[in-house]
């Protein structure tokens, strides 16, 4: 079975870990973007201070590279309207790494769109409803949608998605956009995209918008009628659980993030500054980190319910929900439908 971003097998993740190997690494080129979105993880940002330059860009990306990193996820802010973006990809994809972007599609006309393609990059583009005013709402920002659109007809026009372009819808699971959820991943199989659904984490603007929150018991009914739709129309069969639909969020064995201003955390939602990647080398701080360590080691380290559910082997919860719900990256995850430590109708 391929876990975490459908990409590395249970073995080789294994073997990563024991190794102090990474897999992938996340990275912000930078923290700029014109959506607002209600529920993202970074505070509003339009213009951002000590942010690495393009040369630390590259650095840390080579030192990944040599700790074994084979993929090289791009998030935001914005990746697409980030000025050196041509530059960094060709970078990425000259020296032999996979390459994978999330983008709300803003800088995505035609020629973008065409150097992606030969590139290969894997484009994850943000979809949230195929509703104009709900996707405007979620986004923040009027004509959100009529931008999605546009960008995914430049990306069909260049080949996608094939089998040699990926491409990915991600969608986050939320009260208005909760009707729609079904036909969206049965849309997204049909056109040969991978849906990416994900439970949104607790913190930033989400904890601002707590409209958006699902309980955990419709969290769990969706996931378990997505997984018979996956099963019976797709040939996929996956076990539900939690935060990401048919997929397991493992990266913290493999991963890390580095953020645009070198900070280097486990993931978007364990926001624990491990160390800056001005200040040491990703893998001093890898290897010194004891965040980093607990993580790896988490079947010993993680409390509670996570550590005696069933799906104990290949799962641990959402680690940033447990961390910006708790304070603790260990604990167990409060949104995840199997932790009996629950009041009322969202007991699991």
């Given at each position: 079975?391929?876990?975490?971003n459908?990409?590395?097998?249970e073995?080789?993740?294994?073997?990563?870990?024991?190794?102090?190997?990474?897999?992938?690494?996340?990275?912000?080129?930078?923290?700029?973007?014109?959506?607002?979105?209600?529920y993202?993880?970074?505070?509003?940002?339009?213009?951002?201070?000590?942010?690495?330059?393009?040369?630390?860009?590259?650095d840390v990306?080579?030192?990944?590279?040599?700790?074994?990193?084979?993929?090289?996820?791009?998030?935001?802010?914005?990746?697409?309207?980030?000025p050196?973006?041509?530059?960094?990809?060709?970078?990425l994809?000259?020296?032999?790494?996979?390459?994978?972007?999330?983008?709300?599609?803003?800088?995505?006309?035609?020629?973008l769109a065409?150097?992606?393609?030969?590139?290969?990059?894997?484009?994850?583009?943000?979809?949230?409803?195929?509703?104009r005013?709900?996707?405007?709402?979620?986004a923040?920002k009027?004509g959100?949608?009529?931008?999605?659109?546009?960008?995914?007809g430049?990306?069909?026009?260049?080949?996608?998605?094939?089998?040699?372009?990926?491409?990915?819808?991600s969608?986050?699971?939320?009260q208005?956009?909760?009707?729609?959820?079904?036909?969206i991943?049965?849309?997204?199989?049909?056109?040969?995209?991978?849906?990416?659904?994900?439970?949104?984490?607790?913190?930033?603007n989400?904890?601002?918008?707590l409209?958006?929150?699902?309980?955990?018991?419709?969290?769990?009914?969706?996931f378990?009628?997505?997984?018979?739709?996956?099963?019976?129309?797709?040939?996929?069969?996956?076990?539900?659980?939690?935060?990401?639909?048919?997929?397991k969020?493992?990266?913290?064995?493999?991963?890390?993030?580095?953020?645009?201003?070198?900070?280097?955390?486990?993931?978007?939602?364990?926001?624990?500054a491990?160390?800056?990647?001005?200040?040491?080398?990703?893998g001093?701080?890898?290897?010194?980190?004891?965040v980093?360590?607990?993580?790896?080691?988490?079947?010993?380290?993680?409390?509670?319910?996570?550590?005696?559910?069933?799906?104990?082997?290949?799962?641990?919860g959402?680690?940033?929900?447990?961390?910006?719900?708790?304070?603790?990256?260990?604990?167990?995850?409060?949104?995840?439908?199997?932790?009996?430590?629950?009041?009322?109708?969202?007991?699991?």
């Open positions: 079975m391929q876990l975490y459908l990409e590395f097998t073995e080789e993740i294994r073997k990563a870990a024991a190794e102090d190997r990474l897999l992938s690494m996340e990275i912000e080129f930078s923290r700029v973007c014109n959506f607002r979105c209600s993202c993880y970074v505070p509003e940002k339009k213009e951002c201070r000590g942010e690495l330059s393009r040369a630390e860009i590259k990306v080579l030192q990944a590279k040599e700790l074994g990193a084979r993929k090289i996820i791009v998030l935001g802010g914005e990746p697409s309207i980030y050196h973006l041509p530059e960094m990809l060709t970078f994809s000259e020296n032999g790494l996979e390459v994978e972007m999330f983008t709300n599609g803003t800088g995505v006309d035609a020629g065409q150097l992606l393609a030969v590139l290969k990059v894997r484009v994850v583009l943000k979809l949230n409803s195929r509703k005013e709900v996707q405007d709402r979620l923040g009027k959100a949608y009529d931008i999605i659109q546009a960008a995914f430049h990306l069909k026009d260049a080949g996608y998605p094939a089998d040699h372009l990926f491409l990915g819808l969608t986050v699971i939320c208005p956009n909760f009707d729609e959820l079904v036909g991943w049965e849309w997204a199989r049909e056109q040969r995209m991978e849906p990416y659904f994900e439970v949104i984490t607790p913190q930033e989400a904890l601002d918008n409209w958006l929150a699902v309980d955990s018991m419709k969290l769990k009914n969706l378990a009628e997505l997984s018979k739709i996956d099963q019976e129309r797709f040939g996929r069969d996956w076990v539900p659980q939690p935060p990401l639909v048919g997929n969020c493992m990266r913290h064995q493999v991963s890390c993030l580095v953020t645009a201003n070198g900070d280097v955390m486990p993931c978007v939602g364990v926001t624990i491990l160390d800056n990647i001005r200040n040491n080398t990703l001093h701080i890898l290897k010194e980190s004891e980093i360590q607990n993580l790896k080691n988490y079947r010993e380290m993680i409390k509670g319910e996570c550590r005696d559910c069933d799906r104990a082997e290949e799962c641990y959402c680690r940033g929900a447990a961390y910006q719900l708790t304070g603790d990256y260990l604990a167990s995850d409060p949104t995840c439908w199997r932790n009996r430590n629950k009041s009322g109708s969202d007991r699991g």
